[in-house]
């Protein structure tokens, strides 16, 4: 096992986080932060309790599910793709290190970039709403699995991307419109049946459900069945990507 | 002197079916440069990406200090250094950084003391703590070099090092070559410079259409195919060549001042000293005589053009 490899990586990625301290946490923060202050206060003040929650602390879990998943997708996709637009993946091809030691070192340093933010957001929250998390084991596994795997899902996309538009296309097409409809700002259950058995489909309703369980105990789908959308999410990805690297796949010629 | 890497019929057929190396097999010897020439599109740089994992090889064997380099690719890369022919750096990372990705991302520990000796060899010391943007394209190839060399490699490639270098930098990059080389590093050096392989070179290989046409000891291929060219000035200006010699191969140079008589040095009989006595008879009077050797670009050049004829 070449861990050199894996410092190596994680490291100079990270460098890249702090050399861009400003557009990597100033940003999401401050997007966050109007989410909170349009939804939470100003519209949230009008809406009723949801479930006994206040709506503003109601939405936190979505709103820091929405920033954690786009960063991870993001952080992640960039770090790989970047070699690819500028040629210095010739290293990482030529290194004596295997396809899981490449994608630990990016995907490590993607999900620790967004788990930071998705702490930070948190902390954000508390000055806008009364917020209390019950369990908060849970809290920091969910937030450390969704990292984690929607890190090594942006890992695919930057192996995949052949352009920047590409790159942005995931995440704007999908997971955007994802998050949104897996109930951030919502409960499933406010949703008429048939849009609630609909929304099942959604693997970020179960994610969105866990996290919020964590915060206030009250979730749309089992916790069981988070963890396992979850955990099948994340093997899915890393049989992706080693599938990749064993046939070359858009990496090598 | 043991091979420190074998190529055994090395092929590369892409996807569209177009074969950039076909059976390429090349011994390269411990601590040697080998000129790897070969015009544009040869296959010399899929041949170093095939050997370095970039490019997965169709088909045939490569491996390195007796490690495969498809089953043992740990121990097989580890020994290998690559510079590649582009310029390929992170523009905002700062050089001594880059350079101690390199070495981690080979399995190395870190080592600020071995990067410094680097970076002082390369005389980019003074730069360690420069974005790479900041640095002249000459530097930039030595953050290159830097980099391919942090782990330690016993086998170095160059592809085409000097290309789009002006000729003070280009000078300043064979000494570093030859410094490599005194430190014991084997080297291969891809160029389609003739010039660099003449001044750098143990051996030379053509590679043409993805087939190596000849691998050779530079000396051995300049005496062996080398042709030399007799130039005869004469005291009198002729108006044409001497009847007596008209068979020969000469040539009369327009001013009539001068005779060149082209021959191979490896034939049993060069015909210099008949030449000589037939003009002599003839009255032609010698002002002086010299010797040229044709240079490894004609060599060269005459290898590719063979080949292109004899392609079906």
């Given amino acids: 096992m070449n861990l050199q490899a894996v410092r190596a990586i994680y490291k100079f990625e990270m460098a890249r986080t702090f050399r861009t301290i400003a557009q990597s946490i100033v940003s999401p923060v401050l997007s966050t932060s109007l989410y909170f202050i349009v939804f939470g206060t100003a519209i949230g003040s009008r809406i009723d309790q949801v479930e006994g929650v206040s709506y503003g602390a109601f939405i936190v879990p979505g709103l820091i599910m929405l920033t954690v998943l786009t960063q991870s997708i993001s952080n992640a996709s960039f770090g790989i793709y970047f070699p690819k637009f500028i040629g210095t993946i010739y290293e990482l091809l030529s290194a004596p290190a295997s396809f899981l030691e490449i994608t630990a070192g990016y995907v490590l340093a993607a999900a620790t970039k967004a788990f930071m933010i998705g702490l930070i957001i948190l902390a954000t929250a508390f000055f806008f709403v009364d917020l209390q998390i019950q369990h908060p084991v849970w809290m920091l596994v969910f937030l450390v699995l969704t990292c984690l795997s929607f890190s090594l899902f942006g890992f695919i996309i930057g192996i995949w991307a052949q352009n920047f538009e590409q790159l942005q296309l995931i995440p704007l097409l999908a997971v955007t419109p994802l998050v949104f409809l897996g109930g951030a700002f919502y409960s499933i259950t406010m949703l008429p049946e048939g849009w609630q058995a609909v929304s099942l489909f959604n693997p970020v309703v179960y994610l969105i459900s866990g996290f919020r369980w964590s915060f206030f105990g009250l979730a749309d789908v089992a916790l069981g069945w988070s963890l396992v959308a979850i955990l099948g999410f994340t093997g899915a990805c890393i049989l992706t990507i080693g599938w990749i690297f064993k046939t070359g796949w858009r990496i090598r010629a | ?312």
């Fill in chain 2, 1 to 312: 002197m043991n091979a420190i890497l074998k190529v055994d019929r090395l092929t590369k057929t892409y996807e569209g079916g177009f074969t950039a190396l076909d059976a390429v097999s090349l011994d390269i010897m411990d601590g040697e440069i080998l000129a790897l020439l070969g015009p544009n599109g040869a296959g010399k740089t899929t041949l170093i990406s095939a050997i370095c994992g970039i490019v997965q090889p169709t088909s045939g064997k490569v491996s390195v200090g007796g490690h495969d380099t498809q089953t043992e690719y740990r121990e097989a890369r580890s020994l290998i250094g690559l510079v590649p022919q582009e310029i390929n750096l992170e523009p905002f990372e700062k050089v001594i950084n880059t350079v101690r990705f390199s070495r981690g991302l080979f399995g190395k520990a870190p080592d600020d003391k071995k990067i410094e000796e680097i970076l002082r060899d390369l005389s980019l010391w003074d730069k360690k703590d420069n974005a790479i943007r900041e640095l002249s394209g000459g530097m930039k190839r030595r953050v290159l070099i830097a980099k391919a060399l942090s782990h330690e490699p016993r086998v170095l490639f160059l592809d085409e090092p000097t290309a789009g270098v002006d000729v003070e930098l280009r000078r300043d990059m064979w000494e570093v070559v030859r410094r490599l080389k005194e430190s014991g590093v084997t080297i291969i050096l891809t160029t389609h410079y003739i010039e660099e392989a003449e001044a750098m070179a143990d051996r030379i290989g053509v590679i043409n259409k993805g087939e190596i046409l000849l691998v050779e000891e530079k000396g051995a291929l300049m005496a062996r195919m080398g042709q030399k060219e007799l130039r005869i000035e004469l005291a009198e200006p002729l108006d044409a060549v001497p009847e007596s010699v008209a068979d020969r191969e000469l040539e009369l140079s327009p001013n009539g001042k001068r005779l060149t008589f082209r021959y191979d040095t490896s034939a049993d009989r060069t015909g210099i000293v008949t030449l000589l006595s037939a003009l002599q008879s003839a009255g032609v009077k010698v002002a002086d005589v010299e010797t040229k050797q044709s240079s490894l670009e004609e060599i060269f050049v005459g290898l590719v053009k063979k080949q292109e004829e004899e392609a079906p």
